[in-house]
């Protein structure tokens, strides 16, 4: 019985994402669904990103409680929404399409879904977007593929973020490596420091490509 409720809400949120994949190529928005444990940097990279991509970016965000990281972004003329979900640990495909009737993002825009900071249910709430991307800190450990498999197994990019602290932290990148393999042999990683920048460029560089394929394609 238990089961069947689950699958019949998993089979329901698919649907609700689909009808949101519809949704944002209508409005023309590019969506990417931001994954990571609180503090591994979401916002800091966005910043970064929305600084050099050359083309419009907005920003949805989740959190339990506040607009602190909403009201950042505003400040540096970034469009950012905020999503307070009063304890709830994910967002869901209903909350982003109730979100965009009243955040006005101009077409041809990169949507950025900052997620609620957790590396477990996250996963299994589609939103629709067209890019997945799982971010982690290295302060955080090199054991978190073998841990948190379901997180990374869809993701299209990873982002191994706060390089600059490597004289500081014990992470062993090639076990990192070998874990995110065994789970998901195809995800583009990308090495970055949101502090001193290195990296973020090739991931820029990525993502750019990115949106003028699916731009090209509509
Ligand atoms: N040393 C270092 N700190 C970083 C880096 N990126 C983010 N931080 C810091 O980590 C903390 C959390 O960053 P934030 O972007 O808010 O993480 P979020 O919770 O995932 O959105 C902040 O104090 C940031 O300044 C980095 O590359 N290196
Ligand atoms: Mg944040
Ligand atoms: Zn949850």
Redesign the pocket.
């Known amino acids: 019985m238990e089961i069947s409720i689950e699958q019949d809400i998993f089979k329901n949120e698919a649907k609700l994402a689909e009808e949101n994949r519809q949704l944002f190529s209508q409005k023309g928005l590019m969506v990417v669904n931001l994954l ?10 966005i ?1 970064k990103t929305a600084h050099l991509l050359k083309v419009p970016t907005a920003v949805i965000e989740g959190d339990p409680a506040s607009s602190i ?1 909403t009201d950042t972004l505003n400040a540096l003329g970034i469009p950012a929404y905020q999503i307070n979900t009063e304890g709830g640990c994910h967002l869901e495909a209903a909350m982003i399409s109730k979100a965009l009737t009243e955040f006005q993002v101009e077409p041809n825009t990169l949507l950025f879904v ?1 997620n609620v ?1 957790n590396l477990i249910c996250t996963a299994f709430f589609p939103l629709g977007e067209e890019l997945r991307v799982v ?1 982690l ?1 290295i302060a955080e450990g090199d054991d978190k593929p073998y841990k948190y498999p379901d997180i990374f197994r869809e993701a299209d990019a990873v982002v191994i ?5 490597k004289p500081h932290v014990d992470f062993r990148s090639d076990n990192f490596y070998k874990g995110l393999k065994a789970v998901n042999p195809k995800a583009h990683i990308f090495e ?5 920048g290195a990296g973020i460029e090739n991931w820029v560089n990525w993502l750019a490509v990115k949106a003028a394929t699916f731009w090209a394609h509509q």
Do not use: I, W
Request: aromatic share 0%.
């Open positions: 990571a444990a609180p503090g591994a940097g979401k916002t800091s990279l910043k990281d900052e900071g971010m800190s973020n706060k390089l600059d602290l970055v420091s949101c502090k001193n």
